[in-house]
């Protein structure tokens, strides 16, 4: 048996949410004992009381959570300034939580502490890994390999950032929040692990589409992009968005291919175009020699990145069984981008999967997974990865 029970409120009245919030998880629990608790809440959340109420109506359980951009779920859609909770129940499958503190310092020491603090509490062998670090203070690809050392290649790293106060109108805030236990900490990595005879599968995509062709990244500089095709990478941008500006064109992230003749590609979003020098800084590294393309979407092209993703995601999961429960990390970019149709993205993950399965996730600051099964993990921007459970 394996069972999510989710709960969520946007009730301006903390005890109020919180009364809906466990309600909603009782009654989809239907008896069964919570093994571990996924807490999404506003950074602006009064956290410590959350989670001081979560432990007297469920004591012992695992607990992990994250500062979100806005808070999904199959109760409520998609919400600001809510509460969600998701509970955990299954008699095959362990559920335990892990925190790595200070990713500035050492981010491979914070990933090893992480993973090490969840395997403690369970002797079954990992099977999935859901993260929420903060991201912006080191390499994301340190981290990974942090987490690929301590779990081995064959576990998934799936998960999102998670968000700092202000991650779109200031994206030089950094600071974001993770939950693990009664410890409520910044500039860590949160970590769900599910140990044992877990079915699940997940499914990755953006919406964006390449525009015009393709060009070598050759010269990269201090962590920025230098050149491309051996010519200033501003250029590059100038070609197509004009030469006045040195605003980040947020609409039009880069796409990424690891070779010339690649199909598949993940995203890299410029923050700052630098008409001094001609470099292109963007949210997460970029390697010399990979090849780019300038990249465009429409809402309905973005919204279409959800059904892509599920679809990938429903096509995978093993046979024999459905899904009984869905997680879903959406990039703050999309729903900066989508506007007051940001609720589409949820409805449409609820008509795919199915109303009556669960479903938890949240607005993020980068997201994690493969781009392909068997792959490891990549670090994402502008990116939706829908996960699906089960026994």
Not at 41 to 48: K, L, T, V
Not at 292 to 319: C, H, K, N
């Amino acid at each position: 048996m394996f069972r999510m029970a989710v709960g969520h409120s946007d009730d301006i009245d903390l005890e109020a949410a919180l009364a809906t919030v466990f309600s909603e998880c009782d009654a989809a629990l239907a008896g069964a004992a919570p093994k571990a608790g996924f807490l999404l809440a506003s950074w602006e959340a009064d956290h410590p009381a959350i989670i001081r109420a979560i432990q007297a109506r469920y004591p012992g359980i695992e607990l992990v959570g994250s500062s979100t951009s806005g808070e999904m779920s199959s109760e409520l859609g998609f919400v600001e300034d809510s509460i969600a909770l998701a509970l955990f129940a299954s008699d095959t499958v362990d559920i335990t939580v892990g925190l790595g503190r200070d990713l500035a310092a050492d981010p491979p020491a914070a990933a090893r502490a992480a993973v090490r603090d969840a395997r403690s509490r369970t002797a079954l062998p990992p099977a999935l890994c859901v993260i929420f670090p903060t991201i912006g203070l080191s390499d994301p690809y340190a981290l990974l390999d942090g987490l690929r050392a301590e779990l081995g290649p064959d576990v998934p790293i799936l998960g999102g950032g998670a968000s700092p106060q202000d991650p779109v109108d200031n994206p030089a805030a950094t600071m974001s929040k993770q939950l693990v236990g009664d410890a409520v900490v910044e500039g860590g990595v949160a970590i769900l692990l599910f140990s044992g005879p877990l079915a699940f599968s997940y499914g990755v995509d953006t919406g964006w589409r390449g525009v015009g062709p393709r060009a070598v990244v050759s010269s990269i500089v201090d962590g920025k992009v230098h050149e491309i095709d051996g010519r200033p990478a501003i250029e590059f941008f100038d070609r197509y968005l004009g030469t006045t500006t040195t605003a980040p064109p947020i609409a039009n992230p880069l796409a990424v291919f690891d070779s010339p003749d690649a199909t598949d590609f993940y995203l890299r979003t410029a923050t700052f175009l630098d008409r001094s020098n001609g470099d292109v800084s963007t949210f997460g590294p970029i390697p010399e020699g990979v090849t780019v393309q300038l990249t465009v979407a429409a809402t309905d092209q973005i919204v279409e990145g959800v059904r892509s993703s599920v679809s990938e995601a429903l096509r995978t999961f093993p046979s024999g069984a459905g899904p009984d429960a869905a997680l879903v990390y959406s990039c703050a970019t999309r729903r900066f981008l989508l506007g007051t149709r940001t609720s589409r993205e949820i409805e449409l993950m609820r008509d795919l999967v199915g109303r009556e399965v669960p479903i938890a996730g949240f607005y993020c600051l980068g997201e994690f997974a493969p781009l392909a099964s068997g792959e490891g993990s990549r670090f994402h921007n502008a990116t939706v990865v829908s996960v699906l459970l089960g026994a």
